[in-house]
């Protein structure tokens, strides 16, 4: 077993779950730059020290956070936010009490934390793909991207492979994304967002990093919203634009089946400060609007 080259042991809050909190980091379970497996959370990254992986694993009621790679201190050091452990909750509680359910899933979902990873390329890797497409087709075109970019990880898990340097990505044509299923708008807006990385990872926070994502063609509400959910770790963030998560909200908070971006955003006025949150113990709980017609294939459809 390769030995950790930096390692930190954290102290979770009662009740913290690992799984619930960083599954968000995961792009299925079979994402090729980070997974769950026997209980441990394996991210891969790069970092300003170069490459790097961090396991996040249970052990006797903390978590032991080990790093292995040229850029091990660095998630290391990092290992809390990535964790969840530094969501900030406060006045949630007030909030979530003035609605039954959103009170109700707060406590069975207590455990469950928001990361941040303090990091905007890895996932606006993947919304961008997520564009206007079904999460099997999105999920499709981020593995093969990655598996095209292919470089492994640093750590004893293998497979395991790097998120795809942004500079490589800028110099890469559309036309090598097509067997991806990844038509040339999508290529193209990943381009001009990976040839403008450095200076989208100096944001200083969750507003600026915003402003800059919708000022690249091809960026809009829908995809800077998911990525500085994550990033940042932003409560607040709402994906307007998505194709189910109006009727999510709607159903959930009012009994309406249908909903659009006005009626949604209204509905989580009263949580602002955590209407990003409200959505993820929505989705934590398998909360879905009734549908109509045929059942048909999940989908994102997010307008971008």
């Known amino acids: ?4 080259d930096a390692r930190r042991t954290l102290r979770p809050p009662a009740g913290y779950r690992l799984a619930a909190s960083v599954r968000a980091l995961t792009f299925s379970p079979y994402d090729p730059c980070a997974r769950i497996a026997a209980g441990t959370f394996w991210w891969a990254t790069r970092t300003p020290d170069g490459p790097a992986t961090l396991a996040l694993r249970p052990s006797a009621g903390d978590l032991l956070a080990e790093g ?13 936010r990535i964790a969840g452990l530094c969501d ?3 006045g949630f509680a007030a909030l ?8 109700r899933l707060a406590h069975t979902h207590h455990g469950l934390r928001m990361p941040a990873t303090g990091q905007i390329f890895p996932r606006l890797l993947r919304a961008v793909f997520e564009q206007k497409v079904t999460g099997k087709e999105a999920y499709r075109a981020y593995a093969a991207t990655v598996r095209h970019f292919r470089e492994p990880a ?6 395991l492979l ?7 990505v800028a110099a890469t044509p559309y036309w090598v994304f097509h067997p991806f299923g990844v038509e040339q708008r999508r290529a193209d807006t990943l381009r001009r967002a990976a040839a403008v990385a450095d200076r989208l990872e100096r944001c200083a926070d969750s507003a600026e990093a915003t402003r800059r994502l919708t000022a690249i063609p091809g960026i809009g509400p829908w995809t800077a919203a998911e990525v500085v ?7 607040d963030a709402v994906s307007v634009g998505d194709y189910h998560v109006p009727n ?22 009263p949580f602002r400060g955590h209407r990003g949150r409200v959505c993820v113990l929505l989705e934590a709980a398998g909360v879905q609007a009734p549908k109509y017609g045929p059942r048909a294939p999940i989908r994102s459809f997010a307008r971008y």
């Open 1 to 4: 077993m390769t030995s950790p």
């Open 68 to 80: 292995y790679g040229p850029g091990a201190a660095w998630v290391v050091d990092r290992a809390d």
């Open 88 to 90: 900030d909750l406060t």
């Open 96 to 103: 979530a009490g003035t609605h039954p359910l959103v009170a």
């Open 154 to 159: 640093p750590g004893p898990l293998q497979p």
């Open 162 to 168: 790097l998120p795809p340097e942004p500079a490589e």
């Open 229 to 235: 959910r994550i990033a940042y770790g932003d409560a």
């Open 248 to 269: 999510t909200v709607a159903w959930a908070l009012a009994g309406e089946a249908r909903g659009d971006d006005a009626r949604m955003l209204a509905l989580l006025e």
